[in-house]
């Protein structure tokens, strides 16, 4: 009889092109396994361990109720699990992460002493981060060459086979945990998790993909993919989104947009640290307000309590929903980091908990992208109007009056000051934490002493 191969599912949960799957299942029967790593789930947050959890629980099911969850130091449990069913491979989708990294490293190692394989077939990315450099064999620092160069190198690769879940031979469960209930404090209103709802997201997305241009900055508006948490768990992959895009403009922005996620994941492969430290490292020297005032700021800022209404909207939608439309949430970070003058990492810390799409490339390069730490140094003196990118994205209030229901009565309207200067958003109440006005000036003698 064939020794059975182990399937490590981790950022792929699902049975369509999934290479590591495809290639256990040629080599014959599978045991799949799922691995509950407390070094990943503590930080997680609980809208994300829940949609786990959901994915996982719809896994199980395309897999005929056999997948084995067991909890632990990934290391003790992959090769216990190989040895237990007499495996001589284990087969998984290559990690790129830090720890990902890291944590592989160790399985492989504690495999090989086992004289069992660690197969790595496919991973969550169109183009593996890592395998593109510039001219002079440099990593990318910037996104446009980066984009051109992995457009070249052809990103839309060829799917796995289709696998139809009847014809994979899945032994017979060996003992296996339960999927744990969802995490208290998890948001009811999160995406419906899994394989099958990903592909209707995908479907919807890809109907809809002509008129993405014109409405993917209406935070009103329906009218971004809503793939980021399916992307997340590998419950889509990003080729199954290329090969249903066209030419033309709206097309080619959403293939740009995965083309970000996977240059950030490229700029985290080639630099681990920038996770946790600015990319520019002179950005250190950065002054970010501390104490009691900082704390009570930042607070507000979280609660969605600044008298910003498009800030206090987006705050209380990641809250609500464990999701923030992309255009609030570089308004929500410039706010936090030029407005409050707080350290980006408490924010892209923030983020994380609550987000169900926390990815922590695409999260903490995107917060250093608008500190102006991280790939482009524009961004620094680039100052979100929190007044002016409502009037502009948000004309008539909808999505304010979704979020910020106390505004439901008021008249909101833009208007001018009697002196010459900015629009501000006539509300009564509450008043704004700070003056966005002189808190940019501020914001830019902070950056001009760190570029001095």
Not at 151 to 162: C, D, E, L, S
Not at 307 to 319: N, S
Not at 382 to 402: A, H, I, S
Request: include cysteine; aromatic fraction near 8%; glycine fraction near 8%.
């Amino acid at each position: 009889m064939t020794s059975p191969s182990v399937v490590w599912f981790r950022r792929d949960l699902r049975i369509d092109d999934n290479p590591a799957l495809a290639a256990a299942v040629a080599d014959g029967p599978v045991v799949p396994l799922f691995v509950l790593d407390d070094r990943l789930r503590a930080p997680s947050g609980p809208n994300r361990v829940a949609f786990l959890y959901g994915c996982l629980r719809q896994l199980d099911g395309s897999l005929g109720g056999r997948l084995v969850l067991r909890t632990g130091r990934p290391a003790e449990v992959v090769r216990a699990l190989a040895q237990e069913v007499g495996a001589t491979a284990v087969h998984a989708a290559a990690d790129f992460g830090p720890y990902g990294r890291r944590r592989d490293e160790e399985v492989e190692r504690e495999l090989d002493a086992a004289g069992i394989e660690l197969v790595r077939t496919g991973s969550p990315y169109a183009i593996e981060p890592g395998s593109l450099v510039t001219k002079t064999g440099t990593p990318f620092r910037v996104f446009s060459p980066f984009y051109r160069a992995w457009k070249a190198r052809g990103a839309a690769t060829a799917a796995a086979p289709a696998l139809d879940p009847a014809t994979i031979e899945v032994v017979d469960r060996p003992p296996s945990e339960s999927i744990p209930d969802d995490p208290a404090g998890a948001s009811p209103n999160l995406p419906v998790p899994g394989e099958a709802a990903g592909r209707e997201r995908l479907r919807r997305a890809l109907v809809g993909a002509d008129g993405y241009e014109a409405v993917r900055n209406d935070p009103a508006a329906d009218g971004t993919t809503r793939l980021s948490p399916y992307l997340k768990y590998g419950c889509v992959h990003p080729r199954q989104v290329l090969a249903g895009l066209g030419r033309s403009t709206s097309h080619e922005r959403l293939r740009m947009e995965l083309a970000w996620r996977e240059f950030y994941a490229d700029v985290l492969w080639h630099h681990p640290e920038s996770a946790r430290e600015p990319l520019q490292e002179h950005m250190a020297a950065m002054r970010t307000d501390r104490g009691p005032e900082a704390d009570e700021r930042f607070a507000a800022w979280a609660a969605g309590r600044t008298g910003y209404p498009i800030v206090d909207a987006g705050m209380r939608q990641l809250v609500a929903e464990g999701w923030m439309h992309n255009r609030v949430r570089m308004i929500v970070a410039s706010f936090l980091v030029k407005d409050l003058h707080l350290d980006w990492q408490r924010g892209a810390r923030h983020f994380l908990h609550h987000l169900v799409d926390g990815d922590l490339a695409s999260n903490n390069h995107g917060w250093q992208w608008v500190a102006g730490t991280g790939t482009d140094p524009a961004p620094s003196f680039r100052v979100f109007n929190p007044v002016l990118q409502g009037e502009k994205f948000d004309p008539d209030g909808v999505y304010v009056r979704r979020y910020v229901p106390e505004l439901a009565g008021i008249d909101i309207r833009f208007v001018h000051h009697p002196w010459d200067g900015p629009p501000d958003l006539f509300i009564d109440d509450p008043a704004p934490i700070v003056d966005h006005a002189a808190e940019r000036g501020e914001a830019l003698r902070r950056y001009a002493e760190v570029k001095r």
